[in-house]
Nanobody
Framework: QVQLVESGGGLVQTGGSLRLSCAASGSFFSINAMGWYRQVPGKQRDVVATITTGGRINYADSVKGRFTISRDNAKNTMCLQMNSLKPEDTAVYYC?????????????WGQGTQVTVSP
């Protein structure tokens, strides 16, 4: 099973930057795709960016050109550099990882970290 711990959220003004980190630990054969998702109260959790083990990346249209996702496969960590932040980026951000263990393939979520962008 994989445990994910996020860090780096906080309060920032419009136009500012934040860097989120996610560290994976536990017992597993491999961590496959990883990603960042975000959710605001009363709405569904939406994908922000995903990255495969091989480095294939996808971004939500709303963050293209402003956010950068990266990962270190050797350290089982992932980051999200967020620049030019807007109030509409305010949400709880969750780290997600798809991993393989003897029983099969599973998904794990972090506890979430709050990002608040003030006008």
């Amino acid at each position: 099973q994989v445990q994910l711990v996020e860090s780096g959220g906080g309060l920032v003004q419009t136009g500012g930057s934040l860097r989120l980190s996610c560290a994976a630990s536990g017992s597993f054969f491999s961590i496959n795709a990883m990603g960042w998702y975000r959710q605001v109260p009363g709405k569904q959790r939406d994908v922000v960016a995903t990255i495969t083990t091989g480095g294939r990346i996808n971004y939500a249209d709303s963050v293209k050109g402003r956010f950068t996702i990266s990962r270190d496969n050797a350290k089982n960590t992932m980051c999200l550099q967020m620049n030019s932040l807007k109030p509409e980026d305010t949400a709880v951000y969750y780290c997600n990882a798809l991993y393989t263990v003897a029983r099969g393939n599973f998904a794990s979520w972090g506890q979430g970290t709050q990002v608040t962008v003030s006008p």
